[in-house]
């Protein structure tokens, strides 16, 4: 399927096994995985961080299949999960990043076009969270007080 916006297609490589089973070679219990991911957690890490992290370092290939539940929602479970959602947490950092070059730059019609894109998405992810009650219903996308919350 095409990408969006761009009408290109994605980019192949590697899958994830069809069956999801605790490989052999893992040495780690899941409380042991419980306990890494809320440490990682109250050091200031992104359920996306923790997962590379656990991968990379640790060797645990899938949370999902060791635990029965994703990283998103061991963190919700311990009310550890951050107010805004992740995904559109990056959003939101990559809007005000086009803003700032928007000023400095104001012929730059490409990153006007970016600025445009980033703000439908973050307002679909927004009506979106507000459906499925991630989000309250009277949060709005404030620039301002979201430059500031970030920084």
């Known amino acids: 399927m095409a990408r969006m916006y761009s009408r290109k297609k994605g980019k192949s490589g590697s899958k994830k096994p069809i069956e999801k089973k605790v490989q052999a070679w893992v040495r780690y219990k899941p409380k042991e995985v419980e306990m890494l991911i809320v440490k990682l957690a109250k050091d200031g890490k992104p359920a996306s961080q923790i997962g590379l992290m656990l991968r990379d370092t640790y060797g645990i290939p899938s949370v999902q299949a060791l635990l029965g539940k994703s990283i998103t929602a061991l963190l919700k479970e311990k009310e550890m999960q951050p107010e805004i959602p992740e995904d559109l947490m990056a959003l939101i950092k990559k809007s005000i990043t086009l803003e700032k070059h928007q000023v400095a730059n104001k012929q730059d019609m490409t990153a006007k076009r ?11 992810l927004v009506k979106y969270y507000k459906r499925i009650e991630r989000l309250p219903q009277d949060w709005k996308f404030d620039k301002g007080k979201v430059r500031l919350m970030i920084e």
């Open 114 to 124: 970016g600025m445009q894109l980033a703000t439908s998405k973050i307002m679909r």
